[in-house]
Structure formats: C-alpha cells, structure tokens
C-alpha cells in the first residue's frame, strides 16, 4: 500500500522498551508519510519520548514508571490463534459492509 503523502499510524498493544517500535517507525518513515502516529494503549513515559524524536504524534492511554509486563494492562492478553483472527476480521468486514448500508 502506498502511504506516501498519507498519515501512517503505527499501532501496537503496547510498548515496554521501545526496540521494536523504533525499527516499525523508521521503517514508515522511509516510505515517506506526511505525518507518522504511534497509537498504543500503555507505555512508559521516558519510551514514549524518546519515540516523539521519530514520529511525529504520539498517542498513548497510560504512561506508568515503572511498567512490568504489558500483559499486566489486559484482562485477557493470551496469544490469538490464526483463526481467531480471521474470525474477528471478517466480523469487522461484516459489521463495516452493515454500515454502509445502514448508516447510524
């Protein structure tokens, strides 16, 4: 997909030391959007600043010191198989198309 001259939103469920966040940003950035985002629901605070220095906004719910594991801000953060992501996907196509044709 092309982004270039788009916004590109980096999203992740949440962000502990920021290595593998760093590389998906640079990453976009090459492809050159006009405006990179980092949206997470959790991360630390001194992660997230360091990571304002490649994108350019960051979103972000918490900023605990001292986070622990991100699994701590889930109630149920188990590994989804492949199929139950193809389930939830289709769900949403299914949930997207209803909209179309019955807009709220």
Do not use: W
């Amino acid at each position: 997909m092309e982004i270039k001259e788009h916004t590109a939103v980096v999203v992740d469920d949440g962000i502990a030391t920021g290595a593998t966040m760093r590389v998906a940003l640079r990453a976009m950035r090459s492809r050159g959007p006009s405006h990179l985002v980092v949206a997470v629901p959790v991360a630390p605070p001194d992660t997230l600043a360091e990571l304002s220095k490649t994108a350019d906004e960051t979103l972000c719910l918490e900023t605990p010191i001292g986070l622990g594991a991100i699994g701590f801000y889930y109630r149920d953060f188990h590994q989804m198989t492949d199929a139950e992501v193809t389930k939830l996907l289709a769900r949403s196509a299914v949930a997207q198309q209803r909209h179309k044709i019955n807009p709220e």
